[in-house]
T-cell receptor, first 114, second 118 residues
Framework: SQQGEEDPQALSIQEGENATMNCSYKTSINNLQWYRQNSGRGLVHLILIRSNEREKHSGRLRVTLDTSKKSSSLLITASRAADTASYFCATDPDRGSTLGRLYFGRGTQLTVWP | GAVVSQHPSWVICKSGTSVKIECRSL??????MFWYRQFPKQSLMLMATSNEGSKATYEQGVEKDKFLINHASLTLSTLTVTSAHPEDSSFYIC??????????????FGQGTRLTVV
């Protein structure tokens, strides 16, 4: 399986604190993406980082990628109660030209308390 | 971003019947669509890759005859769960991609379909 593994599985913090989630994967990748899912809902794309990039920012999100360690981290700064959701990393494996096929990690359930 | 519409958003069916789920790309042509399945509090598992005009490619362990996929046009892919059983109850999500650019492109996800088989 090419599924990634998120760590931690669950994270509970207060509003205003930073939340850091980690993701490890098994094989070489084309890119790695982070998604958010509210309970029982569809996925919202957060950020994509390519294999030749090391860090990327988008608003309160910061993503790092270490291909030598096959790991990535997602940092949400100044968290809000509305950030409460499940967060998944997904890898686009570097094999062939079928882009968009993703393998998801197990996810981190983030709860932000007001 | 591009919009992918999935229908229905939820469905309840009797055991033994078949259920069809539609996935449409509304404002772009999706050469490739993907179908995922998600059990409660678990991750999304890729089921199959659907290419317009050709047979779907199924992931290992996914029954082709159970989960029929048709991608007849560049904007529509359908997943039919045949002879559904309670263990098929799950959240099914599709995604669509138009990208063939190396370096990657995001896939756009539908809102998902919750299937309950009774």
């Amino acid at each position: 399986s090419q599924q990634g593994e998120e760590d931690p599985q669950a994270l509970s913090i207060q509003e205003g604190e930073n939340a850091t989630m980690n993701c490890s994967y098994k094989t070489s990748i084309n890119n790695l993406q982070w998604y958010r899912q509210n309970s029982g809902r569809g996925l919202v794309h957060l950020i994509l980082i390519r294999s030749n990039e090391r860090e990327k920012h988008s608003g309160r999100l910061r993503v790092t990628l270490d291909t030598s360690k096959k790991s990535s981290s997602l940092l949400i700064t100044a968290s809000r109660a509305a950030d409460t959701a499940s967060y998944f990393c997904a890898t686009d494996p570097d094999r062939g030209s079928t882009l968009g096929r993703l393998y998801f990690g197990r996810g981190t359930q983030l709860t932000v308390w007001p | 971003g591009a919009v992918v519409s999935q229908h229905p958003s939820w469905v309840i069916c009797k055991s033994g019947t078949s259920v069809k789920i539609e996935c449409r790309s509304l404002d772009f042509q999706a050469t490739t669509m993907f179908w995922y399945r998600q059990f409660p509090k678990q991750s999304l598992m890729l089921m199959a890759t659907s290419n317009e005009g050709s047979k779907a490619t199924y992931e290992q362990g996914v029954e082709k005859d159970k989960f029929l996929i048709n991608h007849a046009s560049l904007t529509l892919s359908t997943l039919t769960v045949t002879s559904a059983h309670p263990e098929d109850s799950s959240f099914y999500i599709c995604s669509a991609s138009s990208g063939t650019i190396r370096g990657g492109t995001e896939a756009f996800f539908g809102q998902g379909t919750r299937l309950t088989v009774v």
